[in-house]
């Protein structure tokens, strides 16, 4: 069977020049890179080597580059890290409601240990506003953070403007950039922040692994404790192949950047307007222009999201949803909540995220196959599809 | 926490028996599941007592639309008392279990029968067997109530 996959958001394949670039790290040059030998010393060389690359693509030190397993640990070291490191300083911390677990279970996990947090709202496009940034701000605030662009909806926020406000009141901003590195240009100086997370699985790297930036005189507690590894904050035996592939990877994505996001955005604005075109009552979610360019969200009505991703995969098509019967905790998506769209439209969410290598004809084929499985679906509810809120 | 569906559960998800309304049926079943926000419509045609004909209508993921047509095919022939008997889990073992966290769609079935076959008396005049819980709505799958958010 014909196999589309559209969840690139979710993860991607690694890419052959990566796994090319990875493969003696794993059986020719195998040391660990704190040993004395040859072997260690190569090692190093290549966690070096892969530093630098990072931290040139980002518009950063190589000193300021730490490796994580990914961008759960990334952003658990950065907010976690700076929460236990300036506690005396003050207790209050900035994010907003459309995170990703990985900073609002934090959050959360912080708000049990005696910290207070703002979750800030976003418009109906899933935008936070700088404003209220600034009306959060208190002198017990130590840390803001939020995300470069959503994981859900593809809506990049305003980082720079946040970072400019964040840098003249001396609070430490952190952003979750796991959706966008290798997708947009990041340039940590421009965007005014001192911490950023990333993580190699979302842009044609290896799995478990990713990286912290965190601008020189930033100031954290690691988390995990042992050896001298990455300067003291994250001990544990560099995962060579993993870092070398990442760091490989970045450079891929950024050599790319404008041809491939190119063709991302025409294959999801044609793939928009063909659902648009052939399916009624559908709603898109995110931003109209300030977006993800692989990004596209939709709700259909009276139709539940698990069942249509089931559906889809019966067709060979790979996608994901934020409906309530999907999520594990049976509460609809956060993020669609958050920007206010009704509880059963969000129920009928759908996420397709489109990569380097998706073509038009797999589009074609996937705008022949949604239309008669939304109208199965539609056919077997028994709700009507309301006018109002779409 | 596995969330694979059987092959079963797959094969009535792609190929759900029984799925549209009854014109004239003799009971309507109409269960919304509050945990997740989905919707069951269950129509029942009655002759002496037995159920002889099912359909449905469901807003759910594909274990609710499974379970729907499941419980569908499980009543036909069944007489009202030993529908009523059908429980949800004799439903998901029909289908060779569900993962634990869609038990409660399963529930949805169950409910949907019951207020179907409670209907039918009600058309009648006649008093109910069915007991359906105030907190019915709200019962949850075993297994589950671990997963509830941690919060
Ligand atoms: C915005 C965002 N942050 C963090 C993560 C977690 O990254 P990882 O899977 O590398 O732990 C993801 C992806 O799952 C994400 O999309
Ligand atoms: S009916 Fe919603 S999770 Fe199954």
Redesign the interface.
């Known amino acids: 069977m014909r196999t589309v996959y559209l969840d690139h958001s979710a993860t991607t394949p690694v890419h052959p020049d990566v796994v090319e670039a990875m493969l003696p790290f794993f059986t020719e040059e195998y040391g660990n890179a704190s040993s004395i030998h040859r072997f260690g010393r190569n090692a190093r060389v290549a966690v070096d080597e892969a530093r630098e690359k990072v931290a040139r693509l980002l518009n950063a030190q190589d000193q300021e580059i730490y490796f994580t397993s990914g961008g759960t640990e990334g952003d658990n070291l950065a907010i976690k890290g700076v929460a236990w490191a300036l506690r005396d300083k003050g207790d209050h911390i900035i994010t907003s409601q459309i995170e990703h677990e990985a900073v609002l279970n934090t959050c959360r996990y912080l708000e049990r240990n005696g910290f207070e947090v703002n979750y800030l709202p976003v418009d109906q496009y899933g935008m936070v506003d700088p404003t209220d940034v600034r009306k959060a701000i208190t002198d017990k605030t130590i840390l803001i953070s939020v995300m470069h662009a959503n994981n859900e909806v593809g809506t990049i926020q305003p980082i720079a403007e946040i970072g400019a406000m964040a840098r003249q009141r001396e609070i430490l901003f952190h952003t979750d950039a796991v959706q966008t590195v290798g997708k947009l240009p990041v340039d940590v100086k421009a965007l005014s922040v001192d911490l950023l997370s990333m993580s190699g699985h979302k842009f044609y790297g290896p799995k478990g692994v990713g990286a912290l930036y965190m601008r020189k005189g930033a100031k954290i507690q690691p988390l995990a404790h042992g050896g001298h590894h990455e300067n003291w904050k994250r001990a544990g035996t560099e995962n060579i192949p993993g870092i070398v592939g990442m760091a490989k990877a970045m450079e891929i994505c950024y050599q790319e950047l404008d041809i491939v996001s190119k063709k991302e955005s025409q294959l999801r604005d044609a793939l928009q307007k063909g659902i648009q075109e052939t399916i009624a009552d559908v709603r898109f979610n995110g931003h109209p222009t300030q977006r993800l360019p692989g990004s596209l969200s939709a709700c259909f009505q009276a139709l539940e999201g698990e069942a249509l991703i089931l559906s889809l995969d019966l067709k060979g098509v790979a996608a994901s949803t934020g409906s309530a019967c999907s999520s594990g905790s049976l509460e609809p998506s956060h993020v669609l909540k958050a920007m206010g769209v009704p509880i059963e439209i969000a129920h009928g969410s759908a996420r397709l995220t489109l990569g380097r290598s998706n073509t038009q004809e797999e589009i074609d084929y996937v705008l022949e196959v949604l239309p008669q499985i939304v109208d199965r679906l539609r056919s077997m509810s028994p709700l009507r599809p309301s006018k109002e809120v779409c | ?1 596995s ?1 694979k ?1 059987s092959t079963k559960v ?1 094969e009535h ?2 190929n ?1 028996h029984n ?1 549209g309304q009854i014109k004239d049926a003799d009971g309507i079943g ?1 269960v919304g599941n509050p ?7 269950l129509y029942i045609k009655v002759k002496d007592d037995v159920i002889t004909d099912a359909k449905f ?9 499974a379970t729907s047509s499941m419980v569908t095919d499980m009543v036909k022939g069944k007489s009202l008392e030993e529908a009523l008997k059908i429980s949800n889990k004799a439903v998901a073992e029909a289908l060779d279990g569900l993962p634990p ?1 869609k038990m ?2 399963s529930v949805l079935a169950e409910q949907a029968l019951h207020s179907a076959i409670d209907d039918y008396f009600k058309r009648r005049g006649l008093p109910s067997p069915v007991k359906i819980k105030p907190d019915a709505h709200l019962h949850m799958g075993e297994g589950e109530k671990a ?3 941690e ?1």
């Open positions: 926490m969330m569906y797959m998800f792609a759900p799925v109409y945990v997740c926000g989905d919707i069951m419509e209508k469901t807003f759910g993921c594909g274990a609710a639309i966290m409660h769609c997963h509830v958010k919060e």
